[in-house]
């Protein structure tokens, strides 16, 4: 079912991905075959089975008309992945940018969304980036964080262990193992918890919230500093 629902996001029916799977598996079939196989009516069958060939998941065969086939996996894959790039270039081109007076204050919930949050703002970063954060979330970031040093950002991480990221400034601090506080240019924060339980955060770009994130970090580091010496 996993195959269905991921081929169900690109734009297939529930049974077009069920004849597309159908045919992966057993190769050419009529649609008589592929009904009895998967086990739908033969008119659905028929049915996705048609539209999957003008969707160009499948063809007929040249061999015996009464026959599809699927198009090999590799093809389909590229033929989405493409789709999907073309699709993204024109969204990213195209969507207008909000509108803000007074930059709200967001409330983010739940644990995937919250992490996807985290590395969404790490990966727009244009200057740098200070995140207070634990060992365990770094490693769950590292691929935006080197995205980071690689585009020549500063990256300063304050936790309880060293990543050992080349190019990032690491403090040694002991912190609540699900506390996440980041932010990014001097423009926008995201404050709260990552839990795979109850993950919340508080996301804004509001001014007066960003300068006080900003001072409660510079705080810290000095302290960490003092410590230090």
Same mark, same amino acid.
């Given at each position: 079912?996993?195959?269905?629902?991921?081929?169900?996001?690109?734009?297939?029916?529930?049974?077009?991905?069920? &004849?597309?799977? @159908?045919?992966?598996? &057993?190769?050419? &079939?009529?649609?008589?075959?592929?009904?009895?196989?998967?086990?739908?009516?033969?008119?659905?069958?028929?049915?996705? #089975?048609?539209?999957?060939?003008?969707?160009?998941?499948?063809?007929?065969?040249? $061999?015996?008309?009464?026959?599809?086939?699927?198009?090999? /996996?590799?093809?389909?894959?590229?033929?989405?992945? /493409?789709?999907?790039?073309?699709?993204?270039?024109?969204?990213?081109?195209?969507?207008?940018?909000?509108?803000? $007076? $007074?930059?709200?204050?967001?409330?983010?919930?739940?644990?995937?969304?919250?992490?996807?949050? &985290?590395?969404?703002?790490?990966?727009?970063?244009?200057?740098?980036?200070?995140? +207070?954060?634990?060992?365990?979330?770094?490693?769950?970031? @590292?691929?935006?964080?080197?995205?980071?040093?690689?585009?020549? #950002?500063?990256?300063?991480?304050?936790?309880?262990?060293?990543?050992? #990221?080349?190019?990032?400034?690491?403090?040694?601090?002991?912190?609540?193992?699900?506390?996440? /506080?980041?932010?990014?240019?001097?423009?926008?924060?995201?404050?709260?918890?990552?839990?795979? +339980?109850?993950?919340?955060?508080?996301?804004?770009?509001?001014?007066?919230?960003?300068?006080?994130?900003?001072?409660?970090?510079?705080?810290?580091?000095?302290?960490?500093?003092?410590?230090?010496?």
């Amino acid at each position: 079912m996993e195959l269905i629902q991921a081929l169900k996001k690109f734009g297939f029916t529930q049974q077009e991905s069920l &004849m597309y799977v @159908t045919l992966c598996k &057993m190769g050419a &079939m009529t649609g008589y075959e592929a009904a009895k196989v998967s086990g739908i009516s033969r008119s659905n069958a028929y049915a996705a #089975l048609s539209s999957l060939v003008e969707k160009g998941g499948a063809i007929v065969s040249s $061999e015996d008309s009464s026959k599809y086939i699927a198009i090999p /996996r590799e093809e389909l894959i590229l033929n989405l992945r /493409r789709s999907c790039e073309a699709t993204l270039e024109f969204l990213d081109q195209n969507l207008p940018e909000q509108e803000e $007076e $007074e930059a709200p204050y967001l409330t983010i919930s739940g644990y995937g969304n919250t992490l996807d949050k &985290m590395r969404n703002m790490i990966l727009l970063a244009k200057g740098w980036v200070y995140l +207070s954060v634990s060992s365990s979330t770094v490693k769950l970031l @590292t691929p935006e964080l080197k995205n980071c040093i690689e585009r020549g #950002l500063k990256v300063v991480i304050l936790s309880d262990e060293d990543p050992h #990221l080349p190019g990032i400034v690491f403090m040694h601090n002991e912190a609540p193992a699900e506390n996440v /506080r980041i932010i990014a240019d001097t423009s926008e924060v995201i404050v709260g918890t990552l839990e795979v +339980s109850k993950g919340q955060c508080l996301y804004s770009k509001n001014k007066h919230l960003v300068s006080l994130m900003r001072e409660s970090l510079l705080n810290e580091i000095e302290l960490i500093k003092i410590r230090g010496i």
